[in-house]
């Protein structure tokens, strides 16, 4: 298993106990050789949004992948297509983002409507009197 990103440490933990996983330690996206070179030889690719999971990569993948488990919620970064030509089952962590969307969301409404960026700013500057 390759884990393409930092993680948190319970889970790169638990992925230790489970496999020998192989981490990257600079928690730098990927290139695509660097890529080509994990897919080469790993059975389970984890990638994250930041790694172009792209056809080339996924044709170049040795026998042994068998899956490439996005830890995020989207896949667009994957190449479905080519994955599925190769048998090679693709995941995601569907939803795990809503809450903190919502959250995101409402937060920039009241900052904007509160005009609290605004405000931020001038308590920064030193130019609020009281």
Known sequence: MAVTRKLTATVETQLGEL???KFNLVDTPYSEPQLIRAVSWV????PTVTDQVNAKVINAAGPNLK?????GVGVNHIDLEAAEAKGIQVSNTPDVLTEDTADLAMGSFIMAS????????????GAWTG
Do not use: K, T
């Not at 059975?43 to 984890?46: A, P, Q, S």
């Open 19 to 21: 496999s020998d996983a």
């Open 43 to 46: 059975d389970i690719l984890i």
């Open 67 to 71: 899956l490439i488990a996005n830890f």
């Open 114 to 125: 509160r005009r609290f960026g605004e405000c931020e700013r001038m308590v920064r500057a």
